[in-house]
C-alpha cells in the first residue's frame, strides 16, 4: 500500500475519532456526560471539551431562564372566596447533575414544579382576604412564595427566579354577587360624597350669609353716621344763616310753607291778622 493512502487513511481515522471525543457546549447550554447511562461529570462552562467514543454520550440541558406556564386552578381565600388564579414562574437549572438524577428531562422538572408552587400558592393565598390578594399584597406574597419555592426546588438542581400571578377571575356563578355587591359600595360611597358636599355646600351659604349680613350692617352704619354727620352740618349751617339775618331765614321758611299749604287747590280758613298770613297782608286770597 502506498505512503500517501496510508497518510490519508489515517487522517480519516482520526477525525473521525475527534468527532466521537469532542463536542461544544455554548454559552445556552449545560452538559452531563454519560458513561453506559451513569453521569460521570457535569460540564456547565461553555467550551470544547471530550469524552470517550463509543462507551460515553452527553446529555444537554438549557442554561438559559425558563417559563413555567401553569393552568388556572382555584384556590380558596381566607374570607371564603373561590378565586381562579393563573400564575407562572421563570426558573433555571442550577445543578444538571443533580437535576438529570432527580427529574431526568424538563417534563419531569414541570410536573415538580406544579406541585411544589400550587401548594405554596394555596397555602399563602389563603391566608389573606381577596381584597388583599386582588390589590394590597400580592407584591408580598408572590415574594414569599417565590422564596419558599425555592428552597424546596433547591432538592432538584433548579433555582425558582420568581413566581408571578398572570390573572385572578372569580368564578362565573360568584362573578355577578361580587359585582352586585362592589356597585352597591360605590353607591355607598357616591351617597356619603354627595352628603359631605351639601353639608360644605351649607356651611359655605351659612357663612355667606353671615358676612353679607355683616356687610349690610357695617353699611347701615356708615350711612347713618354720615346722614347724622349731614343733618348736623346742615343745622349748623341753619343756624349760622339764621344768626346772620333772622328775619331773611323767617320769610325763606314762611315761604316754603306756602308752597307746601297753597297746592292742589286747597283751601283754608284763617284769620285776618293770623302770623301765617303775615308777608301775604297786602295779597287777595282767593277760593
Given at each position: 500500500m502506498k505512503k500517501g493512502t496510508i497518510t490519508i487513511i489515517i487522517i480519516v481515522l482520526f477525525l473521525i475519532l475527534a468527532n466521537l471525543s469532542l463536542f461544544i457546549v455554548d454559552e445556552t447550554r449545560q452538559a452531563i456526560i454519560l458513561q453506559f447511562?451513569?453521569?460521570?461529570?457535569?460540564?456547565?462552562?461553555?467550551?470544547?471539551?471530550?469524552?470517550?467514543?463509543?462507551?460515553?454520550?452527553?446529555?444537554?440541558?438549557?442554561?438559559?431562564?425558563?417559563?413555567?406556564?401553569?393552568?388556572?386552578?382555584?384556590?380558596?381565600?381566607?374570607?371564603?372566596?373561590?378565586?381562579?388564579?393563573?400564575?407562572?414562574?421563570?426558573?433555571?437549572?442550577?445543578?444538571?447533575?443533580?437535576?438529570?438524577?432527580?427529574?431526568?428531562?424538563?417534563?419531569?422538572?414541570?410536573?415538580?414544579?406544579?406541585?411544589?408552587?400550587?401548594?405554596?400558592?394555596?397555602?399563602?393565598?389563603?391566608?389573606?382576604?381577596?381584597?388583599?390578594?386582588?390589590?394590597?399584597?400580592?407584591?408580598?406574597?408572590?415574594?414569599?412564595?417565590?422564596?419558599i419555592s425555592n428552597e424546596k426546588s433547591a432538592t432538584y438542581g433548579i433555582e425558582i427566579v420568581d413566581v408571578r400571578i398572570k390573572r385572578v377571575d372569580l368564578p362565573p356563578e360568584n362573578e355577578k354577587f361580587i359585582f352586585d355587591r362592589m356597585k352597591a359600595e360605590r353607591e355607598r360611597i357616591a351617597k356619603q360624597y354627595r352628603a359631605e358636599g351639601q353639608e360644605e355646600s351649607a356651611k359655605i351659604i351659612a357663612e355667606t350669609e353671615k358676612e353679607k349680613t355683616i356687610i349690610l350692617a357695617e353699611a347701615y352704619k356708615t350711612a347713618e353716621t354720615l346722614r347724622g354727620e349731614g343733618d348736623a352740618e346742615a343745622v349748623k349751617i341753619y343756624a349760622e344763616s339764621f344768626n346772620k339775618d333772622p328775619e331773611f331765614y323767617r320769610f325763606l321758611r314762611t315761604l316754603d310753607a306756602y308752597k307746601k299749604t297753597f297746592k292742589d287747590k286747597t283751601t283754608i280758613l284763617l284769620s285776618a291778622d293770623s302770623d301765617f298770613l303775615k308777608y301775604l297782608s297786602n295779597q287777595t286770597i282767593s277760593k
Open positions: 447511562g451513569k453521569p460521570i461529570r457535569a460540564i456547565q462552562q461553555p467550551g470544547l471539551n471530550w469524552k470517550l467514543p463509543f462507551v460515553q454520550n452527553v446529555v444537554y440541558f438549557e442554561d438559559r431562564l425558563l417559563v413555567y406556564d401553569a393552568a388556572p386552578t382555584e384556590i380558596i381565600t381566607k374570607d371564603k372566596k373561590t378565586l381562579i388564579v393563573d400564575n407562572y414562574a421563570r426558573w433555571k437549572i442550577t445543578d444538571p447533575l443533580k437535576f438529570l438524577q432527580t427529574v431526568r428531562d424538563l417534563n419531569g422538572a414541570q410536573s415538580r414544579l406544579d406541585d411544589i408552587i400550587y401548594s405554596e400558592l394555596r397555602v399563602d393565598l389563603g391566608l389573606f382576604n381577596m381584597t388583599e390578594i386582588v390589590s394590597e399584597n400580592r407584591e408580598k406574597i408572590m415574594e414569599r412564595v417565590t422564596k
